[in-house]
């Protein structure tokens, strides 16, 4: 179960992609989307449902302070890489991305750690 359920949170990110991507990346991504939900036997519905996000505004956060502050600073940390990104691509390289510059991977793996962490708040304020 905990394996569908993994799929179904890929699926969410790859729905997005197709949503809100450019170009040949929202065709691709369609694509990738009709093809696992097909692979897997996951409807629209068990997508919809899993990407509903989780209210956690009424959330005191002095609770949950650690995790609150790690969040702080990757989004801190987050900023800066992608403002230096985007100065290399405007100034130095002038293309649209460079998935092999360290730059990028930081980013990426940024993003990864934030959404674990929030993953980790979300969860963490269910039990509460």
């Known amino acids: 179960m905990e394996d569908r359920q993994k799929i179904i949170e890929k699926l969410v990110k790859i729905k ?5 991507g450019v170009g040949g990346e929202q065709q ?5 989307y ?4 097909k692979r897997y036997g996951i409807t629209d519905e068990e997508v919809n449902r899993a990407a509903v996000p989780v209210d956690i505004s009424g ?3 002095k609770k949950f302070w650690g995790i609150s502050f790690r969040m702080a600073l990757i ?5 800066e890489e992608q403002k230096t990104c985007e100065m290399c691509r405007q100034v130095l390289l002038q293309e649209p ?3 092999t510059c360290s730059t990028y991977k930081n980013t990426k793996g ?7 962490l929030q993953r980790q708040l979300e969860k963490a304020a ?3």
Do not use: H
């Open 34 to 37: 009709e093809a696992l939900k």
């Open 75 to 79: 989004v801190y940390s987050l900023n």
């Open 28 to 32: 691709t991504a369609q694509q990738m």
């Open 110 to 116: 940024l993003q990864q750690q934030f959404e674990d």
């Open 126 to 128: 269910m039990e509460v």
């Open 16 to 20: 997005a992609l197709a949503e809100r």
């Open 97 to 99: 991305e460079c998935e």
């Open 59 to 61: 959330i005191d956060l």
